[in-house]
C-alpha cells in the first residue's frame, strides 16, 4: 500500500469520526452522497409505527452503497478551484448529501448546482440549505440512484463525487460516454483506477483531489 494510500484511509477515518453526533462539523457529502442512516432501535421503530405518515422519515431508494461523511469545506473549496468553476457551469455532485457543493459553486462562482441523492431525508436537507443560502433558483436537489441509467447527468460540465473506488470505478464507463468533451470531473480522495488515470492531483490537508476531463471523441 502506497503513502497516499494510508493518507487516505487516515483522512477517511478523522472524517468519519468528525461526522459523528459528538463531534461539531460543516456539512457536505463524504465517504459518498448515498448516505445511509442509523439503525433504528426497538424504541424508536416503534414510535415511528405509531406516527402519523406525514412526520416519518422517507426511505432511501434502496440500501445505501456507503455511509455518509460531509466533505469538509476546505476540501469543497479546493474541488471547485481545481475544477475551475466559472458563473456558465453546471455542477453535478453526485451522491450530494447536504448539498453542499452545488450550494457553494452557486454561492461562489454563480454557478447553477445540481445534487443527486439516494437519501431522500438528505435531499430535503440539501435544499433547505439551499433556502438559506439564497441559492434556491440556482441549484436543484434530487432523489436518485446515481447508477440507475434512467438518472441522467449528461447536462453537466463539471461533475464532483467522494465514492469509493470500486464505485467511481463502477461510474467510469457511463462518465466517459454521456459526458460532453470538456466536462471536468473532480473526486475527492479516491481514483479511478489505472485504466484512467488522473490529469491533476492535489493535497488539500489529509485529503487528495483528482482532476478529469472528458477527452474529444
Known sequence: ????DLNMVAALSVAFIA????????????????ASRPAATAATSSATAQAPAATRQAPPLREPDVIYV???????????????????????????????IPIT???????????????PDLVKVANENAVKAGVADKTKFIVGD??????TFSDASIVTLYLLPELNRRLMPRLKTELKPGTRIVSNSFEMGDAWPPEKVEHVGNFYVYLWT???R
Do not use: H
Not at 474541488?79 to 466559472?86: G, I, S, Y
Not at 446515481?146 to 438518472?151: E, G, L, R
Open 19 to 34: 461526522a459523528s453526533p459528538s463531534a461539531s462539523q460543516t456539512a457536505s457529502p463524504a465517504i459518498a452522497p448515498q
Open 146 to 151: 446515481i447508477f440507475d441509467p434512467n438518472v
Open 105 to 119: 459553486a452557486a454561492e461562489k462562482y454563480g454557478a447553477r448546482g445540481v445534487g443527486i441523492d439516494i437519501n
Open 70 to 100: 460531509p466533505t469538509p469545506q476546505n476540501v469543497v473549496e479546493a474541488m471547485l478551484k481545481l475544477a475551475n468553476v466559472t458563473s456558465s457551469d453546471v455542477v453535478y455532485d453526485l451522491g450530494s448529501g447536504d448539498g453542499r
Open 1 to 4: 500500500m502506497r503513502v497516499r
Open 214 to 216: 472528458i477527452a474529444p
